[in-house]
């Protein structure tokens, strides 16, 4: 792996902790019964698991990803901040991280 381009603590902490990691969780997740990864945990993803299902090509997801980040932006954020609201209506822990 090339990491020539990247200082060289940034490079050790890849090598010596994230790769030995990754290949063990990695490992564990293929190897298990029932692998957590097959299961949709955030029911916020669950519109895009819809269009999915619903394209066998996957371009329905793909395109309605792509608007919503690039050509409707202000209106993908304003619904996350309504969601951050909603979330903190009812005590719960945000998903979101807040922007800068």
């Given at each position: ?52 299902h ?7 997801p ?39």
């Open positions: 792996m090339d990491l020539s381009g990247t200082d060289e603590e940034t490079a050790k902490i890849f090598r010596e902790i994230y790769l030995p990691y990754s290949k063990k969780q990695t490992v564990k997740v293929i190897t298990a019964k029932e692998p957590p990864l097959r299961h949709q945990t955030n029911r916020l993803y669950m519109p895009m698991t819809a269009l999915k619903a394209d066998p090509t996957g371009q329905l793909l395109d309605t990803f792509y608007k919503m980040i690039f050509k409707h932006d202000n209106v993908f954020n304003a619904t996350l901040c309504v969601l951050r609201m909603l979330q903190r209506r009812a005590g719960k822990k945000s998903l979101f991280k807040q922007g800068p």
